[in-house]
Structure formats: C-alpha cells, structure tokens
C-alpha cells in the first residue's frame, strides 16, 4: 500500500479536475446558448456544474478531516478561524469562514449559513435564489452557490493551501 497523498497533493488533483470541469461547464454553455441548443445539453450543463460543487464539497471536507488532528474537539472550521484571527491572520480566517459557509449552503441548502452569507458582500461567493436552481433528485448538492464564477476553485484551494501552511507550521 502506498503513501496517502498530502493536503497539497490532493488539493492540486482537484485544481486540476476543477479545471476540467470549468472548460467543460465552459464549452457546454457555448453549445447550449448557440443556435439549436438542446435540452440534453441543458441537463448536461447542470451534470457538470453538479460534478463541480462536488469537488468543492469533497475538497473542503477532505481538508477538515485531515486537519482536524489541530484540534481536540468541536467544530474544525470554527477553531480555525478563531485560531487564524489571533495570530493576526484576519483575512485568511474571513476567506476561510466565508467558503466553510458556502460548502455549508452547498451541503445543507438553506439556513444559517445561506443566511450569514446573504447578509455579507464577498466577491467570489455568489448565491442562488431557489428560482434560479434547477431540482434534481439525483444532485447531492443544493446548488445555491454559483461554483462557476471566475476565480472560485482557485481562491477555495488558495485558501486551503495557507491554512494547512497556517497549521503545520504553527
């Protein structure tokens, strides 16, 4: 058996899916928005964008649950950022704080956290009515937050990556 990778290995393997799944998101909605777009390829869209707020689901959760091993007990993502906001790392703990409730809106639908993040401003997370999403039984995400915005993966996974330098050097 081998080695299990690190935080930063498998935080690039899903840099490197997410890639994948932005020019296929990307490509995708070229089709779609050209002349005789399908339904097919609307339900291939959401297919794609679905697979996408996986990745950012699985990409934080595997942080936590490497990371966890910081702290004793209670809420990971909590500790942390009371952890980073005392050593003077204000803006990490936000950056970090602010994708902990947008994995949580992406898991959990609506409540608290979709709350918390309506009622602040933040360039990269932008949130779904419900209108705007479309309900499929088989999606395991709830589709609330807009994963396809420019930059989205790449800050979640710069975060990630400087607060696991944050932790293992502390």
């Known amino acids: 058996m081998g ?3 690190s935080v930063p290995e498998l935080v690039e393997a899903a840099r490197s899916n997410a890639k994948l799944s932005v020019d296929r998101i990307s490509d995708i909605e070229t089709i779609k928005n050209g002349p005789g777009g399908t339904d097919a390829q609307s339900a291939e869209l959401g297919a794609a964008i679905a697979e996408l707020e996986a990745g950012v689901v699985d990409t934080f959760s595997m942080f936590e649950a490497r990371m966890q091993h910081h702290f004793r ?20 703990a936000e950056r970090v704080h602010q994708f902990y409730l947008a994995v949580n809106v992406l ?4 409540g608290a956290s979709y709350r918390e993040l309506s009622s602040t401003s933040h360039s990269l997370i932008v949130l779904k009515s419900g209108e705007d999403v479309v309900v499929d039984a088989s999606r395991k995400t709830s589709g ?25 050097n502390k």
Do not use: C, M, N, W
């Open 3 to 5: 080695a299990s990778q």
């Open 73 to 92: 007990r209670g809420p990971f993502s909590r500790k942390l950022t009371t952890k980073l906001s005392e050593a003077g790392e204000a803006d990490l």
């Open 107 to 110: 898991k959990h639908g609506k």
């Open 144 to 168: 609330l937050v807009d994963v396809t915005v420019t930059g989205f993966f790449e800050a979640l996974s710069t975060t990630i990556i400087e607060a696991y330098q944050f932790l293992e």
